[in-house]
């Protein structure tokens, strides 16, 4: 890897989110107010390269100055004609160990998951686990909650899990109680009248570990 730690907190967008015409201004409030502590993730499923390819140019270096990162999910080949710090693979995307060939060493590469029982990570360098609490985000599933979070972690033989999946702000300090990570949100930052705030408020529950 790229010889940082992986942060702790995960701003997650999705298409309506980088539909926003602000969206780049509140990007640009959540790497100022987490700083070297988050990391936005460049989703959009029915986002188009060109689009995903202007994003990432244009948060690279606003990514850089305040310290924090920039992935791009699922899109490789977004992440192959830039300098994102990580990609996020879905279950249809390349394995990580194919990704890994090509974006070599220095790329945090990252999965996800919803086995409790076997969180493995194929070679990818730390999981999304979820679904925590009930979430618009998936109606129909109840979510794992913090027990079945705590037994992922377990079995995960210290391998780096976040949490992702209805985490809101005042759910933090107890979800990473159970020894995950940290924390990825999409609706409790990105549908929060200041973002840069809630990333504060985020981090306050992730608590002061080792950066």
């Known amino acids: 890897m790229n010889g940082r730690l992986l ?5 997650v967008t999705d298409d309506s989110v980088l539909s926003r015409p ?3 201004a509140l990007a640009e409030e959540v790497f100022e107010a987490g700083g070297r502590r988050v990391a936005i993730h460049l989703r959009g499923r029915t986002t188009g390269s060109r689009r995903l390819l202007d994003l990432v140019l244009t948060l690279g270096p606003l990514a850089r ?6 992935f791009v ?3 490789i080949d977004v992440a192959l004609v830039s300098d994102v710090d990580g990609v996020h693979l879905g279950g249809g995307s390349l394995s990580p160990v194919v990704a890994r060939a090509l974006l070599g060493p ?3 590469i990252g999965v996800s998951s919803h086995d409790v029982e076997e969180p493995t990570l194929g070679g990818a360098d730390y999981a999304f686990l979820g679904t925590i609490y009930p979430t618009a985000s998936h109606p129909n599933v109840l979510g794992i909650g913090t027990v079945g979070l705590k037994k992922a972690v377990s ?3 210290g391998a780096p899990i976040l949490a992702i999946g209805g985490i809101g702000e005042g759910q933090v300090a107890g979800v990473m109680a159970t020894g995950a990570y940290g924390v990825a949100a999409i609706r409790g930052i990105w549908a929060a009248s200041r973002p840069g705030a809630a990333v504060r408020r985020y981090l306050e529950g992730v608590g002061n570990r080792r950066e």
Do not use: T, V
């Not at 942060?7 to 701003?11: E, G, I, N, S």
């Not at 100055?65 to 920039?70: I, K, Y």
């Open 7 to 11: 942060p702790r907190l995960h701003a």
């Open 155 to 157: 079995r995960a033989l």
């Open 73 to 75: 999910n699922d899109r």
């Open 106 to 108: 220095k790329a945090w």
């Open 65 to 70: 100055s305040s310290g924090a990162a920039l």
């Open 22 to 24: 602000e969206f780049m």
